[in-house]
């Protein structure tokens, strides 16, 4: 029986970028979550990546999926996905 699902490498429909660094004395209190690798940290008044986006932990939580419906800050300790 042939199945209906095609096998994929993620990298093939997806990039993973890198987070920005944000010092906790850079941030300024806002609207905007700022993701770590395990999970919101912080709000900032600046956005990083327009959202949805989903963030993936690369350190310390390595691995750990995380979807943000709104703009959003990762910081250094994550990768993101822009949603397309």
Known sequence: ????????KLKE????K??????ANSRIDGKYPVYGSSGIISYHNEFF????GVIVGRK???G???FSETDF???DT???IEHD
């Open 1 to 8: 029986m042939r199945s209906i699902w095609e096998e994929l």
């Open 13 to 16: 429909i997806c990039e993973f």
């Open 18 to 23: 890198y987070g920005s660094n944000l010092p």
């Open 49 to 52: 990546v327009k959202g949805p």
């Open 60 to 62: 310390g939580t390595v």
């Open 64 to 66: 750990k999926v995380q």
């Open 73 to 75: 800050f990762p910081i």
């Open 78 to 80: 994550t990768f993101y």
